[in-house]
């Protein structure tokens, strides 16, 4: 089960914290990530994190950085330098290892950035 929490009304140019935390699946194993979904969009990736390493998406490097805190069991997505374009329904994801799909999702944030 995952939790998302953290979104809310930004102005352009300011950041935000998401948090999500998770029950009934160790994160240090699992690979954890961050989607959304804009109004009349497809849902689209924003950020991974496995043991291996990090991923962005090139609409947010440099902006957006993941991390995760093994002992809490929680994933965060820090959100700097936010844009218009950023305003979303964020969502987090969890899948058992690097190799699977995800299967576990959050109820998702509202994240309105405005300009």
């Known amino acids: 089960q995952l939790q998302a929490s953290g979104g809310g009304l930004v102005q352009a140019g300011g950041s935000l914290r998401l948090s999500c935390a998770a029950s009934?699946?160790?994160?240090?194993?699992?690979?954890m990530g961050w989607f959304r979904q804009a109004p009349g969009k497809e849902r689209e990736f924003v950020a991974a994190?496995?043991?291996?390493?990090?991923s962005y998406a090139d609409s947010v490097k440099g902006r957006f950085t993941i991390s995760r805190d093994n002992a809490k069991n929680t994933v965060t997505l820090q959100m700097n330098s936010l844009k218009s374009e950023d305003t979303a329904v964020y969502y987090c994801?969890?899948?058992?290892?690097?190799?699977?799909?995800?299967?576990?999702w959050g109820q998702g944030t509202q994240v309105t950035v405005s300009s």
């Open positions: 994190i496995t043991w291996r390493g990090t």
């Open positions: 994801a969890s899948a058992k290892d690097v190799y699977s799909s995800y299967d576990y």
């Open positions: 009934g699946r160790t994160l240090s194993s699992s690979r």
